[in-house]
């Protein structure tokens, strides 16, 4: 027989039980179900005219979404369109009908639906929480198979043996699981962190949002709870019974008492049960280590988006983006021939003239691609050291903000001038301040919506002078050329 997973799960790919997923309204049928089981009562049971209410009130509150014919698409009518979409539920298999008399009959929710939407649940949720829980989960599971007595055949008879090594599982890939949603929580902290708009929404994401501290790295965990060699010695423990005759023998006599097969695939059952469990231990120090690579990963995209947005940014690419969606929008619906002629509009192309094809030059040959992929080392990236990198990196760095601040606290009106020997600049700080006010002449305004504009006149810009002419003034313990600064808005 075949006992492989798509056999097993034919008669629910015959049904099409997973094709509403694919659908373009999945999102209605997801909905649709999570209200369904919310309303059924400890039975999962819902008489058909509750579950129609449902369904049209779900349909009705999302009218922008796409429905096919089979579901109710040209029906104008959402009574109707719920008696489809109905239909559809049926058809699927995710409920079933059962009738009470002529005039009234109920619904059931399918254990198969329950469980597919627990999953789905499941894939949704980002809980940072999860790393609690899984070195919670694990610790009671190493404990519990390093006593003594846990998986001694002597103390133990064959059923208890069976459920407590499936028990030991079911704890187990628990942790796996909590493992994959932890990568996940990084994952979709990664992908917005690629699409943040700002310096402070990067900031916030990485110290706030993502909690970058000991409870998110998973090897701090582990080790911090003694858990790494813990996990080295439960394996062996589990390795070792899967070689003890006596236990193996407890095992098999469970698994025949329970499911009544034979001896020969009893205990065929019983290796790949400790075959299983043995897998599962000894794969979580490998599963930490890539959550370390995820984190790490986490920590440099951030590092480099905050740099990126703080240093390579300036006013224009923001100049230039302004001024072509203001041409998207006084040019919308027309092609470049159309505004080809328009006054002040002159594309920088070429006019080639073609005599021949043999006048056309060969395509060169292209480059094979090159791997660009890069190990990450993820002890240069602990979210400790980020924190720290963007801490001397704000202390450093010359922005127009803060050129900005700096031309309103010493000139406060505009219009006002000062000269570098009426400045009083002590701390590094207030020198770097001073050194942005020289690197831009605009920056945005502290107290308003406009823009802080200035200029920096220097000796040498005026009328020609002979160099000993030129007067110094000491700037922060600093010979400079004498400048002034001037407030223009």
């Known amino acids: 027989m075949d006992h492989s997973l798509g056999s097993l799960l034919s008669r629910f790919l015959d049904c099409g039980f997973f094709r509403p997923l694919a659908r373009p309204s999945a999102s209605i049928y997801i909905d649709v179900a999570a209200k369904l089981i919310e309303s059924t009562d400890m039975d999962y049971k819902l008489s058909d005219k509750d579950a129609r209410v449902i369904i049209r009130d779900i349909i009705s509150a999302h009218p922008d979404i796409h429905l096919a014919d089979d579901e109710g698409g040209r029906l104008v009518d959402f009574n109707q369109k719920a008696a489809q979409f109905f239909n559809q539920l049926l058809d699927v298999k995710w409920i079933i009908q059962e009738r009470i008399n002529l005039d009234e009959s109920h619904i059931t929710i399918t254990p198969a639906l329950r469980t597919v939407l627990q999953m789905l649940s499941d894939i949704s949720e980002s809980r940072p929480e999860d790393l609690t829980d899984f070195a919670s989960t694990l610790l009671g599971l190493c404990d519990d198979l390093i006593r003594n007595d846990s998986l001694n055949p002597n103390l133990l008879n064959s059923n208890g043996t069976l459920l407590k090594i499936k028990d030991f599982i079911k704890r187990a890939k628990t942790a796996c699981d909590q493992i994959h949603r932890i990568e996940n929580l990084i994952l979709n902290h990664g992908q917005a962190q690629l ?12 110290l706030v949002d993502f909690n970058a501290g000991d409870h998110m790295v998973c090897y701090s965990t582990l080790k911090k709870t003694g858990l790494l060699p813990k996990i080295n010695k439960a394996s062996d423990i589990v390795l070792e019974s899967s070689h003890n005759t006596l236990f193996m023998r407890r095992i098999t006599e469970g698994i025949i008492d329970h499911e009544r097969i034979s001896e020969d695939n009893a205990l065929l059952k019983a290796e790949k049960m400790m075959l299983n469990l043995y897998e599962l231990i000894s794969s979580i120090p490998a599963k930490q280590k890539l959550i370390d690579g995820r984190i790490a990963s986490f920590c440099k995209l951030s ?37 080809e002629n328009v006054t002040g509009i002159s594309f ?22 090159v791997k660009q992929r890069v190990s990450i080392d993820e002890s240069a990236y602990d979210p400790i050291d980020i924190k720290e990198e963007i801490h001397r990196h704000n202390q450093y760095i010359l922005t127009p903000i803060r050129a900005a601040r700096f031309v309103e606290r010493i000139l406060p009106n505009i219009g006002a001038i000062i000269s570098t020997h009426e400045l009083s600049i002590l701390t590094p700080d207030e020198l770097l301040d ?27 810009d005026g009328p020609t002078l002979n160099k000993t002419e030129v007067p110094y003034d000491r700037v922060a313990n600093r010979l400079i050329e004498r400048l002034t600064i001037e407030r223009k808005s």
């Open 195 to 206: 699409s943040s708009e700002s310096a402070n929404d990067t900031l916030q994401r990485f």
């Open 303 to 339: 590092a480099s988006r905050y740099r990126y947005q703080t240093e390579m940014r300036g006013n224009r690419p923001e100049q230039i983006k302004e001024y072509m969606d203001k041409a998207a929008d006084i040019h919308a619906g027309k092609s470049f021939a159309d505004i």
């Open 348 to 369: 920088l192309t070429t006019t080639v003239e073609f005599y021949s094809f043999n006048s056309l030059r060969k395509p060169s040959l292209k480059k094979q691609i």
């Open 434 to 460: 001073f050194l942005a006010a020289l690197s831009f002449d605009r920056g945005p305004s502290y107290n308003s919506y406009k823009r802080t504009t200035w200029t920096v006149t220097t000796y040498n």
